[in-house]
T-cell receptor, first 113, second 113 residues
Framework: AQSVTQPDIHITVSEGASLELRCNYS??????LFWYVQSPGQGLQLLLK??????LVQGIKGFEAEFKRSQSSFNLRKPSVHWSDAAEYFC???????????FGAGTRLAVHP | GAVVSQHPSRVICKSGTSVKIECRSL??????MFWYRQFPKQSLMLMAT?????????EQGVEKDKFLINHASLTLSTLTVTSAHPEDSSFYIC?????????FGQGTRLTVV
């Protein structure tokens, strides 16, 4: 079955600290992987995506993610978190076509000053 | 990327009435659009896939007679929640996927009182 697991429902970090949000997927075909961020009451903004090639991908706002096929993981990282990064983060997987995405449950990030 | 506009952003309706949500693809002709539903502090769950000129494809457990989808043109899909009840209160988001990347509307917060 196709699924995305985000083990951490809620994470709190101090401003300036590093961040890693975990994502594991189960997908029968070649996965296309995404990380989205959602601010309260808003739609989703794409942070980064992985289709092929270099397994370390860079995104917007200083985020990066690493694809590890052997671990079926696509963890999101940021070396130094800013207070404005507080939001909900969703990992998603899809195919290489035009079909639906499957989302993880999300991780809510809180940032302490 | 594609620009997706949803209207209204917020709506409050009385129990038993119907409410229509519009999703417009402003710069892309979308033969397919996706409707997601998001309960508070939960992930996005796909409700249905809207197909231009044909019937929508509903996910298991979604009542097609309650959530009417019309995709009459390549730039507009509508979701009508019929005979709304308080349990239908949720955040509804539409999406298009013109290539491997998905783009989302800003969402519609529906509150049924």
């Amino acid at each position: 079955a196709q699924s995305v697991t985000q083990p951490d429902i809620h994470i709190t970090v101090s401003e300036g600290a590093s961040l890693e949000l975990r994502c594991n997927y189960s997908y029968g075909a070649t996965p296309y992987l995404f990380w989205y961020v959602q601010s309260p009451g808003q739609g989703l903004q794409l942070l980064l995506k992985y289709f092929s090639g270099d397994t370390l991908v860079q995104g917007i706002k200083g985020f990066e993610a690493e694809f590890k096929r052997s671990q079926s993981s696509f963890n999101l990282r940021k070396p130094s978190v800013h207070w404005s990064d507080a939001a909900e983060y969703f990992c998603a997987v899809g195919d290489g076509g035009y079909n639906k995405l499957i989302f993880g449950a999300g991780t809510r990030l809180a940032v302490h000053p | 990327g594609a620009v997706v506009s949803q209207h209204p952003s917020r709506v409050i309706c009385k129990s038993g009435t119907s409410v229509k949500i519009e999703c417009r693809s402003l710069d892309f002709q979308a033969t397919t659009m996706f409707w997601y539903r998001q309960f508070p502090k939960q992930s996005l769950m796909l409700m249905a896939t809207s197909n231009e000129g044909s019937k929508a494809t509903y996910e298991q457990g979604v009542e097609k007679d309650k959530f009417l989808i019309n995709h009459a043109s390549l730039t507009l899909s509508t979701l009508t929640v019929t005979s709304a009840h308080p349990e239908d209160s949720s955040f509804y988001i539409c999406s298009v996927r013109p290539n491997t990347e998905a783009f989302f509307g800003q969402g519609t917060r529906l509150t049924v009182v």
